[in-house]
C-alpha cells in the first residue's frame, strides 16, 4: 500500500509546481539607450547627483516653499485617494491569496433524540439517546496542481504593486505641481509689482503731456497716448490682483488646506529657489524607474500571470473536503479511545462542453496583455519625450535669461534717454512713449522668463522620477 502511496503523492507534488504562465520579459527597444545630446541639449555633468537619491527637501532651497509641500503631502485629498487606493489592492490581494490555503472550520453539535426507538417500535421504557459530535475540518479546497491560484494571487500581487507606485506618481508630481503653483504666485507678485511702477511712471508722463497740453505745447493726440498706455498699466494691475487671489486659491486645493500669509511668496527674486545641478546624458534605463512606468510594467506582469490562470482552466479542477472529529453518546467520551472519525472526499471536474467559455477567457487575457505591452512602451516613451523636452529647454535657457536681462536694461536706458530728449525737446513724444511701452514689455518678459527657469528644473525633478524619500505610506491614515 505504501509502495503506492508515494509515487501519487511524488507526482502530485511535481504538479504542483506547474506553472501555465508565459515566461515574462520585459519589452525592450521602445526608445534609444540614451536621451539626446548636442545641439540645444546640455551637455554632459559627471559630477551631477544621482536622481534616485535626491529628495524633494534637498532639491527645494526656498524655506516656505518646502513647508507648503509638506502641508500639502499630509492634507491633499488626490493623495489621500491614492493611498485609500492602495489599501484596497492590498486587501483584494489578501483575499485572493487565502485560497492558496485551505480554509479550517471546527465544529460541535449535540443531538437528543428517540427517533431510533419510534422506528423499532421499542417505546416502552426507552430513553432518549445523546450524541455529543466534534468536528475539525477543510471545506472543498483547490489543489492548485496547474497553478490556477497562484496566477490569480501574482496577478492581486502585482496590482498591489501598481497600486503603490501609483501612489508615488501621485505624490511626486504633487510635489511638482505645488512648486509650480507657489513660482506662478511668486512671478504673479513680481509682475503686479512692475505694473504697479509702471502705472506711477505712466500717470507722471500723462500728467505731464495734460499741462503742456493745456499751455499749448502739447496736442490732444499726445494727451490720449499717455492716457491709452496708463490704462494699459491700470488695467493689467486688476487683472493681476484677480491672478494673485486665484494663485492662492490653485495652491490652497494643491495644500489641501489655507496656505498661512506667512508662506506666501511675495517676489520671485533673483536667489535660487531649487537646485541647479540635475544629471543630464544620462542613459534612458533611468526612466524604467519611474513610478508610472514601474506602475504599468506591475500590470503587464498581472496580465501575463492571467495568461496562465487562464491556461490552467483548461485541465481538471481537484478539490477536497475533509473532516476529522470525535463522536460519542456521553460528553466526557467524546476524546475516548474509540470515538474519533474522519472523512475525505477528494472530487475533480472538467468541462466538456462550455460553449467556448474557457477558449474565450484566454484569448481574452492574451489580448490583454498585448494592450499592457503596447501601454507599457507608451509609458517610456512618455517619459523619454517629457525628459528630452526638458532637456531642450534646459540646454538654453540660461541664454534666454542672460539675454533677456540685456534686452531689459537696453530698453530701460532707451526709455530713459528718449524721455529726457522728449523733455528737451529733441525727440517727439511718440518715441518715448513707445521706449516705455518695449521697456515695461522687456520687463515682463524677463519675469516669464525666470518663472520658465525655475519651472523648467522642476519639470525636470518631476520626469526623471523625484527623490529618494518617496517613500510608501498610509497617507490617509488608515490602519491595516
Known amino acids: 500500500m505504501k509502495t503506492r502511496i508515494l509515487p501519487i503523492a511524488a507526482g502530485a507534488l511535481l504538479l504542483a509546481g506547474c506553472n501555465m504562465a508565459p515566461d515574462y520579459e520585459r519589452p525592450t527597444g521602445a526608445i534609444p539607450q540614451a536621451m539626446p545630446q548636442g545641439g540645444v541639449y546640455p551637455s554632459a555633468a559627471s559630477d551631477a547627483p ?69 422506528m423499532t417500535g421499542q417505546t416502552q421504557n426507552a430513553g432518549d439517546i445523546e450524541i455529543y459530535q466534534g468536528t475539525l475540518g477543510i471545506s472543498a479546497f483547490e489543489l492548485d496542481l496547474f497553478g490556477r491560484v497562484r496566477n490569480q494571487s501574482r496577478a492581486a500581487q502585482e496590482q498591489f504593486f501598481a497600486s503603490e507606485e501609483a501612489q508615488r506618481s501621485t505624490r511626486i508630481s504633487l510635489i511638482a505641481e505645488i512648486a509650480n503653483a507657489w513660482l506662478t504666485m511668486a512671478s504673479d507678485a513680481d509682475q503686479l509689482a512692475l505694473a504697479r511702477r509702471t502705472k506711477d511712471a505712466f500717470e507722471k508722463t500723462l500728467d505731464l503731456t495734460r499741462a503742456q497740453f493745456e499751455i499749448g505745447t502739447g496736442s490732444e493726440l499726445q494727451v490720449r497716448q499717455a492716457e ?81 490562470a487562464a491556461r490552467a482552466a483548461f485541465f481538471p479542477t481537484i478539490s477536497l473536503t475533509g473532516t476529522l472529529g470525535t463522536i460519542s453518546t456521553a460528553l466526557s467520551g467524546l476524546f475516548k479511545d474509540g470515538s474519533y472519525t474522519y472523512n475525505a472526499s477528494p472530487s475533480a471536474s472538467l468541462p466538456l462542453f462550455d460553449g467556448g467559455a474557457r477558449s474565450g477567457n484566454l484569448a481574452y487575457a492574451k489580448a490583454s496583455k498585448q494592450a499592457a505591452v503596447a501601454t507599457y512602451e507608451k509609458a517610456i516613451q512618455t517619459a523619454f519625450r517629457e525628459v ?93
Request: glycine fraction near 6%; aromatic fraction near 4%; hydrophobic fraction near 40%.
Open 388 to 480: 528630452s523636452d526638458a532637456l531642450a529647454q534646459r540646454g538654453r535657457i540660461n541664454e534666454q535669461v542672460m539675454a533677456q536681462m540685456r534686452r531689459t536694461k537696453a530698453a530701460q536706458v532707451s526709455a530713459n534717454l528718449a524721455e529726457a530728449r522728449f523733455r528737451s525737446g529733441v525727440d517727439s513724444f511718440l518715441t518715448t512713449l513707445d521706449s516705455q511701452r518695449t521697456a515695461y514689455a522687456a520687463e515682463q518678459q524677463l519675469v516669464n522668463t525666470r518663472l520658465l527657469e525655475a519651472t523648467n528644473l522642476i519639470e525636470l525633478y518631476r520626469s526623471l522620477g523625484g527623490g529618494a524619500d518617496v517613500v510608501l505610506e498610509d497617507e490617509a491614515g488608515a490602519t491595516d
Open 50 to 118: 544621482d536622481m534616485s537619491r535626491t529628495g524633494w527637501q534637498d532639491f527645494f532651497l526656498e524655506e516656505r516653499l518646502r513647508q507648503v509641500i509638506a502641508m500639502g503631502l499630509e492634507e491633499n485629498r488626490d493623495l489621500r485617494i491614492a493611498a485609500a487606493n492602495v489599501l484596497q489592492a492590498r486587501a483584494q490581494f489578501t483575499t485572493q491569496r487565502a485560497a492558496l490555503f485551505p480554509t479550517l472550520s471546527a465544529g460541535g453539535t449535540g443531538t437528543y433524540t428517540n427517533n431510533f426507538a419510534a
Open 228 to 308: 491709452t498706455s496708463y490704462e494699459g498699466a491700470v488695467n493689467d494691475i486688476a487683472v493681476l490682483e484677480t491672478a494673485l487671489a486665484q494663485d492662492q486659491n490653485a495652491l490652497n486645493l494643491l495644500a489641501g488646506t489655507t496656505v498661512p500669509r506667512e508662506l506666501l511668496p511675495s517676489t520671485l527674486g533673483t536667489e535660487d529657489l531649487v537646485r541647479q545641478d540635475l544629471p543630464v546624458g544620462l542613459s534612458s534605463d533611468v526612466l524604467l524607474s519611474r513610478p508610472d512606468v514601474l506602475q504599468a510594467e506591475h500590470q503587464l506582469i498581472a496580465e501575463n500571470a492571467n495568461i496562465g
